[in-house]
């Protein structure tokens, strides 16, 4: 008896340490596959968009490698900060593609799960808002448009995502969130093409 238990031991232990490993380096993929996704956003909205390509591939490989670390450990694959840095790739790939004029990847194409390509879809809409105030601070109104009508696809699709919370992980908080700053947005712009049109009727007025 006594050696059965110490086998047993022995068997969970090991199995204990295969998912203590495979979680730590998971922890550590996904931390710094989240910051190269903040870096790579932050150079879209520079537009400095191959330095984004560049940062937006060096998270997928950080969250590949976690993903091959990962094996059978599909609790550990579940674990907020691996889905955190899922959601990150995937709103970094989107505002990549929203702003520079890339094509729009699938969950799939990117090696993600759909709740958070769905979540980061919803951030990424949003940080066109700080794209859409540059265009209007430029005078570029059209472009401000644009973007506008770039967030309200994305805001119309993701209402019809009616699924409860613990699916989509907490898409419907997201999608809220997005709601509040397309409305906001929109009142930016639309104040700006009512005081160019006043422009443009006071400059034929002088004429």
Known sequence: MRGEVAAAGDEARAVLEAKHQAREFTLRASRSAIRSCATAIRAV????????????????????????????????????????????????NLALAFVGGDAIVTADELGVGVAPYLNGMAEAAS??????????????VERAETLLAAMDEVYSMLVT????????????????????????TRGDVTTAIVAARLQAAVERATD
């Open 45 to 92: 909205h520079r537009q400095e968009f191959e330095r984004a390509r560049e940062l937006i591939a060096e998270a997928a490989a950080f969250l590949a490698e976690a993903d091959t670390a990962l094996g059978d450990h599909h609790d550990i694959r579940s674990a907020g900060y691996f889905v955190d840095a899922q959601k990150e790739l995937a709103e970094a």
């Open 127 to 140: 940080e066109l808002r700080r794209q859409a105030l540059d265009c209007l601070r430029r005078g570029d």
């Open 161 to 184: 995502v009616d699924y409860p919370d613990a699916i989509t992980g907490g898409l419907r908080r997201t999608t809220d969130a997005l709601r509040a700053v397309l409305e906001r």
